[in-house]
């Protein structure tokens, strides 16, 4: 498949994934609260991103049972079924039956997360080594686009034009990815098959899926780096609109530099970031993208010191955020570069939940923290773990693959 064809699949295999998350993660808190529902049932639906943490659990099955463009087409087809389903009711009565409500999202996001294990094993098989950083910001930032559709996008639809027509609109989108899915190779051969896909059997091979991999040298390093590399972010991320809020910024102000601004400057890392691991190489652009995530956190101490010139804030607030763009990438190339050829999604969904987990309890603790410590504390303690972070990672990628991977030229 030439290069740019496999970069547009991508692109839209991941906004496939991040159209229903959307909903789940960002408008169903203020769809239900538009709707009178309780804050403390509001803050229980968090809970529906579960499959997220868990999906190494169920990778296995997608690496050893039929091929991925198969997995891809039934996966797809059954998300925009489920949010057609969502879609054939008001909103208003699918408050009426939360229960129902919160199921069926529950099984979209086991199915979203299912499909992160189809894409990103498809991905780690055909993208080069080279093309990995390239691959990983069309990743970040498909995905992105689709939180986007699936949130802020719906929003304002459902705002002009009712909540069925809205979410079933949505759900057709699912087509742009659907037709070209039927259109891409796959492993049609017994010999391509051995080579892309695990022969486990039983309880003894399943976990020896998880143990070879994890018995590789150097993993202890990697799996420091995947437990600290976030951490700091996670940490203080959601503290950033509290520090905004008091300092005395309005919330117009606070939106326009964390959100449009923000998130401008986020896709634009992602971008960047897949050409600089190309001219850089992997292991580089990691412990770079790291420095600059840690120096962009540091930043924010000078609003806690009493910074007040809203351009100056959101010159903080861009670098930092393009800095998050760029090391975004940078982690999840490492991650493709350590998967084993015959079980990418495995490989791939055990390292992405171990970091999921790792980032959840930061993002949780994150307000506990600050309530505490103060500003001050959180931000500084953020900054110094994602530099520390910098020396697992560094003993983690010395070998001569992962130092050399990306310095080459697409072909």
């Given at each position: 498949?030439?290069?740019?064809?496999?970069?547009?699949?991508?692109?839209?295999?991941?906004?496939?994934?991040?159209?229903?998350?959307?909903?789940?993660?960002?408008?169903?808190?203020?769809?239900?609260?538009?709707?009178?529902?309780?804050?403390?049932?509001?803050?229980?639906?968090?809970?529906?991103?579960?499959?997220?943490?868990?999906?190494?659990?169920?990778?296995?099955?997608?690496?050893?049972?039929?091929?991925?463009?198969?997995?891809?087409?039934?996966?797809?087809?059954?998300?925009?079924?489920?949010?057609?389903?969502?879609?054939?009711?008001?909103?208003?009565?699918?408050?009426?039956?939360?229960?129902?409500?919160?199921?069926?999202?529950?099984?979209?996001?086991?199915?979203?997360?299912?499909?992160?294990?189809?894409?990103?094993?498809?991905?780690?098989?055909?993208?080069?080594?080279?093309?990995?950083?390239?691959?990983?910001?069309?990743?970040?930032?498909?995905?992105?686009?689709?939180?986007?559709?699936?949130?802020?996008?719906?929003?304002?639809?459902?705002?002009?034009?009712?909540?069925?027509?809205?979410?079933?609109?949505?759900?057709?989108?699912?087509?742009?990815?659907?037709?070209?899915?039927?259109?891409?190779?796959?492993?049609?051969?017994?010999?391509?098959?051995?080579?892309?896909?695990?022969?486990?059997?039983?309880?003894?091979?399943?976990?020896?899926?998880?143990?070879?991999?994890?018995?590789?040298?150097?993993?202890?390093?990697?799996?420091?780096?995947?437990?600290?590399?976030?951490?700091?972010?996670?940490?203080?991320?959601?503290?950033?609109?509290?520090?905004?809020?008091?300092?005395?910024?309005?919330?117009?102000?606070?939106?326009?530099?964390?959100?449009?601004?923000?998130?401008?400057?986020?896709?634009?890392?992602?971008?960047?970031?897949?050409a600089t691991l190309l001219r850089i190489g992997h292991r580089e652009g990691l412990l770079a993208a790291g420095a600059m995530q840690a120096l962009g956190l540091a930043g924010y101490l000078l609003v806690v010191a009493g910074l007040q010139n809203v351009y100056a804030i959101g010159a903080v607030v861009y670098f930092e955020q393009f800095a998050d763009g760029l090391s975004t990438v940078a982690l999840f190339t490492l991650m493709m570069d350590r998967c084993r050829a015959h079980s990418p999604g495995t490989d791939y969904s055990l390292q992405a939940?171990?970091?999921?987990?790792?980032?959840?309890?930061?993002?949780?603790?994150?307000?506990?923290?600050?309530?505490?410590?103060?500003?001050?504390?959180?931000?500084?303690?953020?900054?110094?773990?994602?530099?520390?972070?910098?020396?697992?990672?560094?003993?983690?990628?010395?070998?001569?693959?992962?130092?050399?991977?990306?310095?080459?030229?697409?072909?």
């Amino acid at each position: 498949m030439p290069a740019m064809r496999l970069f547009l699949l991508l692109a839209l295999l991941y906004f496939a994934q991040g159209l229903p998350s959307g909903l789940i993660a960002k408008a169903l808190p203020a769809l239900l609260r538009d709707q009178g529902v309780s804050l403390s049932l509001i803050g229980f639906t968090s809970a529906l991103a579960l499959p997220w943490a868990l999906k190494f659990l169920w990778a296995p099955v997608i690496d050893r049972y039929g091929t991925r463009k198969q997995w891809l087409l039934a996966l797809n087809g059954l998300a925009m079924a489920l949010m057609l389903v969502v879609a054939s009711r008001d909103f208003a009565a699918w408050v009426e039956a939360l229960p129902w409500l919160l199921a069926t999202l529950f099984c979209a996001n086991v199915v979203s997360a299912t499909q992160d294990i189809a894409t990103d094993g498809y991905a780690v098989t055909r993208l080069k080594p080279e093309w990995r950083g390239i691959g990983n910001s069309l990743q970040v930032v498909g995905y992105k686009l689709g939180m986007v559709a699936g949130s802020g996008g719906l929003l304002w639809l459902v705002a002009h034009y009712g909540w069925q027509p809205s979410y079933a609109g949505l759900a057709c989108l699912l087509l742009l990815v659907i037709v070209p899915v039927q259109f891409m190779p796959d492993e049609r051969t017994p010999q391509q098959q051995a080579a892309t896909h695990t022969r486990w059997h039983g309880w003894r091979g399943y976990t020896a899926l998880f143990r070879d991999f994890l018995a590789q040298p150097g993993m202890a390093w990697w799996f420091a780096t995947l437990a600290l590399y976030k951490f700091g972010d996670s940490l203080a991320s959601r503290m950033t609109g509290p520090l905004l809020t008091d300092s005395g910024f309005s919330l117009a102000q606070i939106g326009v530099m964390t959100g449009v601004a923000g998130a401008t400057a986020g896709v634009l890392g992602a971008f960047v970031g897949g050409a600089t691991l190309l001219r850089i190489g992997h292991r580089e652009g990691l412990l770079a993208a790291g420095a600059m995530q840690a120096l962009g956190l540091a930043g924010y101490l000078l609003v806690v010191a009493g910074l007040q010139n809203v351009y100056a804030i959101g010159a903080v607030v861009y670098f930092e955020q393009f800095a998050d763009g760029l090391s975004t990438v940078a982690l999840f190339t490492l991650m493709m570069d350590r998967c084993r050829a015959h079980s990418p999604g495995t490989d791939y969904s055990l390292q992405a939940s171990m970091m999921v987990m790792v980032t959840g309890i930061a993002a949780t603790t994150g307000g506990l923290f600050t309530e505490h410590f103060g500003y001050a504390a959180v931000f500084a303690t953020a900054a110094l773990l994602t530099l520390f972070a910098l020396v697992p990672a560094a003993r983690a990628c010395r070998g001569p693959t992962l130092q050399s991977a990306g310095r080459h030229a697409i072909s």
